[in-house]
């Protein structure tokens, strides 16, 4: 059952008047096992826990409002409205907002782009978001699928991990696009057109500037004194893979931009041609279109206005003029084309 259609798990009775959190789905590590959560006050079963949590619900607020292990500038970024993608570090505990992508009741992947609100002490792992979003069901089926204990920065590792690999999938389904389109193009049998390739590119420059953000994110976690030294490494990898990831998206970008190019080329030769011709067939119609003019005028001692066959000669003559008019660009060069 995946995140979007999982039912809430609410927290038993605790310190909240009754109220507890919205819980998604919880798990705790330790002893060489993993046992799920059902009750967030509830005593943790092992080393490490991880709360996944909706913030659409009114006790998960409360809760984390009245949350005593946690600052209040952690308390704050988690029950922000603000949705960009920043960081802070407060008393050894980690807190982010990064960028993920939503996902509906039968759709697993969207355009949309939601926010994932993250805290992390050496103890507690604190997830939240508003909408559904790919990534949760990602990290939990990697969890359920045999991960006995957990530490801190595997647990962060895990989460970014998810992300990017989601990312990672959308990146290669896009290249394949465009490489069809590419391929499309060069046989020459329904080519791709500059309107077929802008949903390609708004995507494109969708993932590109949640990579940036959040990579931007890592980067200032990796830079900040107080960050705790058992999540430098795994704060320096991740910002790497995200490095690595911008770079594969920047990519296909550039193979969109060439094919555009390309695109646009082949569109301004086509243009090209058709006012060339436009041109030819004016210029040999020019003179013609003056002999005709002239016989065509109401006035006297027109040639070939008395004899049986003057609108013959002036046909001829017309002929004549356009076959000169032929003759003559194709003595200047204007016909090799």
């Given at each position: ?20 959190p ?98 992390l ?39 970014v ?53 959040m ?45 555009r ?27 013609a ?14 040639p070939?206005?008395?004899g ?11 002929t ?18």
């Amino acid at each position: 059952m995946n995140e979007a259609t999982r039912p809430l798990a609410f927290g038993g009775s605790g310190p909240i008047g009754g109220l507890g959190p919205g819980l998604i789905w919880g798990l705790d590590f330790g002893e060489g096992q993993t046992r799920p959560v059902t009750d967030c006050e509830a005593p943790a079963a092992g080393q490490f826990r991880w709360l996944h949590l909706n913030l659409a619900d009114h006790g998960t607020q409360r809760w984390i409002g009245d949350h005593a292990g946690l600052p209040s500038t952690v308390r704050d970024l988690l029950l922000a409205a603000e949705t960009h993608q920043r960081a802070l570090v407060d008393e050894g505990i980690v807190a982010c907002v990064i960028h993920d992508f939503e996902r509906d009741f039968d759709v697993a992947d969207t355009a949309r782009v939601g926010a994932l609100r993250v805290a992390l002490t050496p103890s507690l792992m604190l997830t939240c978001r508003l909408h559904p979003l790919r990534s949760a069901d990602i990290a939990k089926g990697r969890l359920m699928r045999g991960a006995a204990s957990i530490t801190p920065p595997q647990a962060l590792e895990l989460l970014v991990g998810a992300i990017g690999d989601n990312i990672a999938d959308i990146s290669r389904s896009l290249s394949t696009d465009v490489q069809r389109a590419e391929d499309a193009f060069l046989d020459g049998h329904h080519p791709p057109t500059a309107r077929n390739l802008i949903g390609i590119r708004r995507r494109l420059a969708q993932i590109h500037r949640l990579l940036s953000g959040m990579r931007g994110v890592f980067q200032r976690l990796e830079q900040d004194e107080e960050l705790p030294d058992s999540l430098l490494p795994t704060v320096e990898k991740i910002a790497q893979r995200l490095q690595s990831l911008d770079g594969d998206i920047m990519g296909v970008q550039a193979q969109l931009r060439l094919l555009r190019e390309e695109l646009d080329i082949q569109e301004s030769q086509r243009t090209n041609q058709n006012l060339y011709m436009l041109s030819i067939v004016t210029a040999l119609m020019l003179p013609a279109t003056l002999v005709t003019g002239i016989f065509g005028m109401n006035t006297g001692g027109l040639p070939f206005a008395d004899g049986p066959y003057g609108t013959v000669h002036a046909t001829m003559l017309a002929t004549g003029a356009a076959a000169s008019t032929y003759m003559l660009l194709r003595w200047l060069g204007f016909m090799k084309r």
